[in-house]
């Protein structure tokens, strides 16, 4: 089955720089590719989503940019803030088996001030 | 995005005891699911619930711990049984909406268990 992993586990930046996560798929089929945020005591977020047939996206100060060939996306935030500070996960899905969600083990982010 | 929410939202029960939680969406949905989040962990998707049929569990989940009911495109429910200190997690259930593959998260149930 799918096994999606993720880097960093955790991740430190100040306030104002851009901060990266990473994510490695191993099914080919994946053709779905979900950010989540997380913040403490909460429900998970939906942040970005990206799909096969696309190579980037962006939204205000997140972008997600995808490479099929080598099965692997990543998230970007620039310009942090501490209410960017969260656990973030990605996630990969594929729609011929029903779209179930398989989860990277998530990457905790401090953004300090 | 359609409203969901979970009822209880937090409960501390005994071992050997079952406890049901329920998923309600203010629309109807096709795709209802049921995750695990064990403490400090990722998430883990226990089952997907079926309109109308029996849910189809993920590996490591079976029906006999983990049944779910789902009657309508509203409403869904996983009952945890005979409960061990080891099923302490949040239980959240999902939909998809606006698509089949985009899904959104109900705001969870926190079950400790004694």
């Known amino acids: 089955g799918e096994n999606v992993e993720q880097h960093p586990s955790t991740l430190s930046v100040q306030e104002g720089d851009s901060a990266v996560i990473k994510c490695t798929y191993s099914?080919?089929?994946?053709?779905?590719f979900p950010w989540y945020k997380q913040e403490l005591g909460k429900r998970p977020q939906l942040i970005i989503d990206?799909?096969?047939?696309?190579g980037e996206k962006k939204d205000q100060r997140i972008a997600v940019t995808l490479n099929k060939t080598a099965k692997h996306f990543s998230l970007h935030i620039t310009e942090t803030q501490p209410e960017d500070s969260a656990v973030y996960f990605c996630?990969?899905?594929?729609?011929?088996?029903?779209?179930?969600?398989?989860f990277g083990a998530g990457t905790i982010l401090r953004v300090k001030s | 995005s359609a409203v969901i929410s979970q009822k209880p939202s937090r409960d501390i029960c005994q071992r050997g005891t079952s406890l049901t939680i329920q998923c309600q969406v203010d629309?109807?949905?096709?795709?209802m699911f049921w995750y695990r989040q064990q403490p400090g962990q990722s998430l883990t998707l226990i089952a997907t619930?079926?309109?109308?049929?029996?849910?189809?569990?993920e590996s490591g989940f079976v029906i006999d711990k983990f049944p779910i009911s789902r009657p309508n495109l509203t409403f869904s429910t996983l009952t945890v049984s005979n409960m061990s200190p080891e099923d302490s997690s949040i239980y959240l259930c999902?939909?998809?909406?606006?698509?089949?593959?985009?899904?959104?998260f109900g705001p969870g149930t926190r079950l400790t268990v004694l």
């Open positions: 999902s939909v998809g909406d606006r698509g089949p593959d985009t899904q959104y």
């Open positions: 099914d080919s089929a994946s053709n779905y």
């Open positions: 990206i799909r096969s047939n696309v």
């Open positions: 996630a990969a899905s594929i729609a011929e088996y029903g779209n179930k969600l398989v």
């Open positions: 629309s109807q949905v096709t795709m």
């Open positions: 619930a079926n309109q109308g049929s029996e849910a189809t569990y």
